[in-house]
């Protein structure tokens, strides 16, 4: 048997949009989803944050809102507000939406990144912290479709996940779809 392509579960479902408020509001009209904590735009934590877009420093201008959808499905939106080359323009040009990327937790990004990479799907974006490589975005689009998103496993994320996890668990469906993140 050949050996599984993704060997953790899938954390997030992660979609590019075109306008992510609206978006919101869509998700969770059609799908219950919400309430999200918006980064709009978002702002690297610190100066200890480099993102690298297929070797090179990159910094596009993006927003992010985070989300639940029932109870297991946690749902990230992205929108790109500028044509900086990144993965998301590697998918989409602007006008164009849909699901970009899958997320995966696990304790060892660079180990994982390798044996991907060894089954012949490169990392495009990595996001080091401190000098620690956190993320990874492999493309394996022509696998699946879409990047898988290595994320480290740490506490502060943990903590997000589960504040998203409970607050849709206790939400209405309509008072305040969009909140601000606390980081």
């Avoid at 304790?107 to 495009?124: I, Q, T």
Wanted: with cysteine; glycine share 6%; proline share 7%.
């Amino acid at each position: 048997m050949a050996e599984k392509l993704l060997r953790y579960p899938i954390e997030q479902y992660a979609y590019y949009v075109n306008d992510i408020e609206v978006a919101c509001a869509q998700w969770a009209e059609l799908f219950g989803a919400g309430p999200f904590f918006m980064d709009k735009p978002f702002v690297p934590p610190s100066d200890q944050f480099v993102e690298t877009y297929r070797g090179e420093p990159s910094q596009p201008h993006l927003s992010y809102a985070w989300g639940q959808c029932g109870p297991d499905h946690h749902i990230q939106l992205i929108e790109q507000h500028d044509d900086t080359p990144s993965i998301y323009r590697d998918m989409f040009a602007r006008g164009e939406t849909g699901l970009h990327h899958i997320a995966i937790c696990l304790d060892n990004v660079p180990v994982e990144k390798a044996r991907f990479e060894a089954l012949g799907f490169p990392s495009v974006t990595e996001i080091h912290v401190s000098g620690n490589l956190m993320v990874a975005y492999v493309d394996v689009r022509s696998a699946i479709g879409c990047f898988v998103e290595l994320y480290t496993e740490n506490p502060n994320s943990r903590r997000n996940f589960n504040i998203w996890k409970d607050a849709h668990k206790d939400w209405d469906g309509t008072t305040d779809l969009i909140r601000a993140t606390d980081w």
